[in-house]
């Protein structure tokens, strides 16, 4: 009775706000879109509970720079939204980043491009993976496969946030967002992190102003402040890439895939395993920094590689740099908010095979 | 020897960049001694904009924010929200906020921020150069209204003082003008008074500053007050055109619009 | 075990509900769950569904394609949109209250419960769900009855207790209703 008494059924929107809570967010600024929006209005009845606010913005341009505003001032803050509004606020993101300020962005993903569909697909990998606004940049991009991973990653990001001064973004897809499953809110992982120094809290006359800043008129100051950022998101490369690999030590056929993907493909592995086909999964768990260690481990009985994705095919390119041609990769994706099935994707691999013979 | 006048101490010591002859320099140095009056430096965060005064952060001697074109009464809002006893400033052109930030003033406006707006109204496009503005006179030319502007095909320019007035939200609103030393006074009360409003937690405050640009308009300096005082003022009358009924302010500013 | 049910009716019948009590009274037994609604302008007055997967291994994808163990419909466009997704041999509970058209497949274990009769027949034909939910807790063996109303007695909470006892009399005439039809078969 224990192991379940802090387990509770949630969907994953409300899973993501109340981890957002749980890791220390206290501000919460957005705007509706489907199929978001019970992030937003949990966090317009929870918030206040704990103290902290949330505010509707008039649009998402409007909520990415409340956050931009927040964040300097030194607060824990998050948004969210869903593809086009991901697309909207891709100016503030940038000037988050260029300014070092710490943020949480989620992302529940939908169908593209344009307005597109409602329903879950994974076409914003190149936008979140390739920073997505103006210059150089990079950041974190969690994305879960389940509501307790969901709600993990949520609350970790803001500590990682933090520790770099750099946003953090969980990507989930409509499927993430609304499905419900059991959830435990546990606790998060510390890190060690500096004093905010740096916030705009008022000087109290007693130091220097601080500034939050993402211009530098000189080329010298500012390759300068770009060589900084790329030293940061070195780091994270080395430190923070995370991937599950499941079945994939005697695999001849490996999967990549991610969030719902990942979901549909394990049980395409195991289904596979039992016809006697040696199948694997590569699940990056953050999409960028891309987890090429797992890849690099694959084993030499591997003869094809197959990523899965509900888009057009995006990640397949960084599966393609991670194995840098050492084994053949394929593609089998489904688009506008269509869910691949376990049998299309069993059949891709099977047609795969035959052609790498 | 005594001290009859000095530097405020509201303003570092970076030297000003604007042109000669253009008055964001004396608006800087007047929010700066009401915040250093009012005691409020160490308490203030102010946000700058993209434009003319996008270095503007270099110059208040508190701390500040840059933000993105037209987004800064949306930083402040976020600013504010974190830190309610701070005083919050955002300073913006009449590109930055009557053109791309219409819907962040608006909706800020709207919220009763409890935020001070300065906006500067020079009716052009000062930094690219010389650009028509939404502010930009009829029959104006500027770089993209080189026939001067022709309200039927670009539309007519916004008067945002009046557009704010009509919101709720809004607890002050003044236009006031810095072409002559009287003038200069007034717009000074006017700020104190829009930050006194912000003090007393009564709502969304802003002063529109009819402002001079030498540069852009072809003129020199003394013909550019001029022509704030004889083109500009007739189409964007001075006065208050929203004050909160309670709050004692530091003396009428502005005179009383019809 | 992987049972894989859709419930599905006219938004306001309950669907979401039903299906939820479900995945959390099979939680509560320390199963794998997952619950997956429709979403967007069916929310808004049209059909409604939604996918719950119950099991002991870990679920992979929450949709249920063409491999339901279950269908509960609650009106005849339900059952005729989501027959096509049974298994063959798989149940088919329809409300014969309002559906009066017989199941186009042949292969199914269908079971008619006139649900809105017995729900009016307990004094609210709103619990209509609930008379179906207290047929698939008999007719499967997913979760039990007496944790079916634990779990209602919990998701009412001590300020709405009052509706406890109406809510337990619809999923008992469910239980009886079933029996019945399914003895029948």
């Given at each position: 009775?224990?192991?379940?008494?802090?387990?509770?059924?949630?969907?994953?929107?409300?899973?993501?706000?109340?981890?957002?809570?749980?890791?220390?967010?206290?501000?919460?600024?957005?705007?509706?879109?489907?199929?978001?929006?019970?992030?937003?209005?949990?966090?317009?009845?929870?918030?206040?509970?704990?103290?902290?606010?949330?505010?509707?913005?008039?649009?998402?341009?409007?909520?990415?720079?409340?956050?931009?505003?927040?964040?300097?001032?030194?607060?824990?803050?998050?948004?969210?939204?869903?593809?086009?509004?991901?697309?909207?606020?891709?100016?503030?993101?940038?000037?988050?980043?260029?300014?070092?300020?710490?943020?949480?962005?989620?992302?529940?993903?939908?169908?593209?491009?344009?307005?597109?569909?409602?329903?879950?697909?994974?076409?914003?990998?190149?936008?979140?993976?390739?920073?997505?606004?103006?210059?150089?940049?990079?950041?974190?991009?969690?994305?879960?496969?389940?509501?307790?991973?969901?709600?993990?990653?949520?609350?970790?990001?803001?500590?990682?946030?933090?520790?770099?001064?750099?946003?953090?973004?969980?990507?989930?897809?409509?499927?993430?967002?609304?499905?419900?499953?059991?959830?435990?809110?546990?606790?998060?992982?510390?890190?060690?992190?500096?004093?905010?120094?740096?916030?705009?809290?008022?000087?109290?006359?007693?130091?220097?102003?601080?500034?939050?800043?993402?211009?530098?008129?000189?080329?010298?100051?500012?390759?300068?402040?770009?060589?900084?950022?790329?030293?940061?998101?070195?780091?994270?490369?080395?430190?923070?890439?995370?991937?599950?690999?499941?079945?994939?030590?005697?695999?001849?056929?490996?999967?990549?895939?991610?969030?719902?993907?990942?979901?549909?493909?394990?049980?395409?592995?195991?289904?596979?395993?039992?016809?006697?086909?040696?199948?694997?999964?590569?699940?990056?768990?953050?999409?960028?920094?891309?987890?090429?260690?797992?890849?690099?481990?694959?084993?030499?009985?591997?003869?094809?590689?197959?990523?899965?994705?509900?888009?057009?095919?995006?990640?397949?390119?960084?599966?393609?740099?991670?194995?840098?041609?050492?084994?053949?990769?394929?593609?089998?994706?489904?688009?506008?908010?269509?869910?691949?099935?376990?049998?299309?994707?069993?059949?891709?691999?099977?047609?795969?095979?035959?052609?790498?013979? | 020897?005594?001290?009859?006048?000095?530097?405020?101490?509201?303003?570092?010591?970076?030297?000003?960049?604007?042109?000669?002859?253009?008055?964001?320099?004396?608006?800087?140095?007047?929010?700066?001694?009401?915040?250093?009056?009012?005691?409020?430096?160490?308490?203030?965060?102010?946000?700058?904009?993209?434009?003319?005064?996008?270095?503007?952060?270099?110059?208040?001697?508190?701390?500040?924010?840059?933000?993105?074109?037209?987004?800064?009464?949306?930083?402040?809002?976020?600013?504010?929200?974190?830190?309610?006893?701070?005083?919050?400033?955002?300073?913006?052109?009449?590109?930055?906020?009557?053109?791309?930030?219409?819907?962040?003033?608006?909706?800020?406006?709207?919220?009763?921020?409890?935020?001070?707006?300065?906006?500067?109204?020079?009716?052009?496009?000062?930094?690219?150069?010389?650009?028509?503005?939404?502010?930009?006179?009829?029959?104006?030319?500027?770089?993209?209204?080189?026939?001067?502007?022709?309200?039927?095909?670009?539309?007519?320019?916004?008067?945002?003082?009046?557009?704010?007035?009509?919101?709720?939200?809004?607890?002050?609103?003044?236009?006031?003008?810095?072409?002559?030393?009287?003038?200069?006074?007034?717009?000074?009360?006017?700020?104190?008074?829009?930050?006194?409003?912000?003090?007393?937690?009564?709502?969304?405050?802003?002063?529109?500053?009819?402002?001079?640009?030498?540069?852009?308009?072809?003129?020199?300096?003394?013909?550019?007050?001029?022509?704030?005082?004889?083109t500009m003022m007739p189409y964007y009358p001075l006065g208050n055109f929203r004050r909160p009924e309670a709050v004692t302010v530091s003396g009428a500013s502005g005179g009383g619009h019809a | 075990m992987l049972e894989k049910t859709i419930c599905a009716g006219f938004g306001g019948q309950g669907v979401m509900s039903m299906g939820r009590l479900i995945a959390s009274t099979a939680m509560a037994r320390n199963l794998e769950v997952s619950w997956l609604p429709s979403y967007g302008p069916e929310m808004r007055g049209g059909t409604a569904n939604c996918h719950v997967i119950v099991s002991d291994k870990l679920i992979g994808s929450p949709v249920i394609y063409h491999d339901a163990t279950c269908l509960i419909a609650m009106n005849l466009p339900s059952m005729q949109k989501f027959e096509a997704e049974l298994l063959?041999?798989?149940?088919?509970?329809?409300?014969?209250?309002?559906?009066?058209?017989?199941?186009?497949?042949?292969?199914?274990?269908?079971?008619?419960?006139?649900?809105?009769?017995?729900?009016?027949?307990?004094?609210?034909?709103?619990?209509?769900?609930?008379?179906?939910?207290?047929?698939?807790?008999?007719?499967?063996?997913?979760?039990?009855?007496?944790?079916?109303?634990?779990?209602?007695?919990?998701?009412?909470?001590?300020?709405?207790?009052?509706?406890?006892?109406?809510?337990?009399?619809?999923?008992?005439?469910?239980?009886?209703?079933?029996?019945?039809?399914?003895?029948?078969?």
């Amino acid at each position: 009775m224990n192991q379940t008494m802090n387990k509770v059924l949630m969907k994953g929107n409300e899973a993501i706000a109340q981890a957002a809570i749980h890791g220390g967010c206290r501000y919460f600024f957005g705007y509706p879109i489907t199929p978001q929006n019970e992030i937003p209005e949990y966090m317009a009845r929870e918030m206040p509970k704990v103290g902290g606010v949330f505010l509707q913005a008039e649009s998402e341009v409007a909520a990415i720079n409340m956050v931009y505003g927040a964040a300097g001032a030194g607060a824990r803050v998050m948004t969210s939204s869903s593809s086009p509004g991901i697309a909207l606020k891709q100016e503030g993101i940038s000037y988050i980043v260029g300014s070092e300020v710490p943020c949480v962005i989620v992302n529940i993903s939908r169908g593209g491009p344009g307005l597109g569909g409602i329903q879950p697909a994974q076409s914003d990998y190149y936008q979140s993976t390739r920073g997505g606004g103006n210059g150089d940049y990079n950041f974190i991009v969690f994305a879960p496969a389940n509501i307790q991973e969901a709600a993990d990653l949520t609350a970790e990001a803001f500590e990682i946030a933090d520790y770099y001064r750099n946003p953090v973004m969980v990507l989930g897809d409509g499927m993430i967002g609304q499905m419900m499953e059991p959830v435990v809110f546990r606790d998060t992982p510390k890190r060690e992190l500096q004093p905010k120094d740096w916030a705009t809290t008022g000087t109290g006359g007693v130091r220097a102003p601080n500034i939050i800043n993402s211009l530098h008129l000189q080329p010298a100051d500012l390759e300068k402040h770009n060589e900084h950022l790329q030293a940061k998101f070195r780091l994270m490369r080395e430190n923070e890439a995370r991937s599950e690999s499941y079945q994939t030590a005697d695999a001849e056929f490996v999967f990549v895939a991610y969030g719902t993907s990942a979901r549909i493909v394990r049980n395409v592995v195991d289904e596979l395993r039992e016809r006697g086909v040696k199948a694997g999964l590569i699940r990056p768990i953050t999409l960028w920094p891309f987890p090429v260690v797992a890849f690099k481990e694959l084993p030499d009985t591997v003869r094809g590689v197959m990523s899965v994705e509900m888009s057009c095919g995006q990640m397949v390119d960084d599966v393609r740099l991670a194995l840098n041609g050492r084994f053949p990769v394929g593609f089998h994706g489904r688009s506008g908010g269509m869910v691949p099935s376990q049998q299309e994707i069993i059949e891709a691999c099977l047609d795969m095979l035959k052609e790498v013979e | 020897m005594p001290v009859v006048f000095e530097r405020t101490r509201g303003l570092t010591e970076k030297e000003f960049h604007f042109c000669p002859g253009c008055t964001h320099g004396v608006i800087h140095r007047l929010v700066a001694e009401v915040l250093e009056e009012m005691n409020e430096l160490g308490n203030t965060v102010g946000v700058a904009p993209v434009g003319c005064s996008v270095l503007s952060y270099q110059y208040f001697n508190c701390d500040m924010h840059e933000a993105a074109h037209g987004r800064a009464p949306a930083m402040a809002t976020g600013i504010k929200r974190v830190l309610p006893d701070r005083m919050v400033f955002a300073y913006q052109g009449d590109g930055d906020l009557a053109s791309i930030g219409t819907a962040e003033i608006i909706h800020a406006a709207g919220r009763g921020e409890k935020i001070t707006v300065i906006f500067v109204n020079n009716a052009i496009y000062g930094m690219t150069g010389g650009q028509m503005a939404p502010t930009t006179l009829a029959g104006q030319r500027t770089t993209t209204s080189p026939l001067g502007r022709d309200p039927r095909q670009v539309g007519f320019p916004l008067r945002v003082s009046e557009m704010l007035a009509t919101i709720d939200g809004a607890a002050f609103i003044e236009r006031t003008s810095v072409h002559d030393p009287a003038h200069i006074r007034k717009t000074k009360k006017a700020i104190r008074n829009a930050f006194e409003c912000q003090k007393a937690n009564q709502g969304f405050s802003m002063v529109e500053i009819l402002s001079t640009c030498p540069t852009n308009w072809g003129m020199s300096p003394l013909e550019s007050l001029d022509w704030v005082k004889e083109t500009m003022m007739p189409y964007y009358p001075l006065g208050n055109f929203r004050r909160p009924e309670a709050v004692t302010v530091s003396g009428a500013s502005g005179g009383g619009h019809a | 075990m992987l049972e894989k049910t859709i419930c599905a009716g006219f938004g306001g019948q309950g669907v979401m509900s039903m299906g939820r009590l479900i995945a959390s009274t099979a939680m509560a037994r320390n199963l794998e769950v997952s619950w997956l609604p429709s979403y967007g302008p069916e929310m808004r007055g049209g059909t409604a569904n939604c996918h719950v997967i119950v099991s002991d291994k870990l679920i992979g994808s929450p949709v249920i394609y063409h491999d339901a163990t279950c269908l509960i419909a609650m009106n005849l466009p339900s059952m005729q949109k989501f027959e096509a997704e049974l298994l063959p041999g798989a149940l088919l509970i329809y409300n014969s209250s309002l559906i009066e058209a017989a199941p186009r497949r042949e292969d199914l274990r269908a079971v008619p419960v006139p649900a809105n009769e017995l729900a009016a027949g307990v004094g609210n034909p709103k619990v209509a769900n609930m008379v179906m939910l207290g047929a698939f807790v008999s007719l499967t063996s997913i979760v039990e009855l007496d944790d079916v109303i634990l779990e209602i007695t919990e998701m009412f909470g001590v300020s709405k207790k009052q509706f406890v006892p109406l809510n337990e009399a619809a999923l008992r005439r469910g239980v009886e209703a079933a029996g019945a039809a399914y003895a029948q078969l």
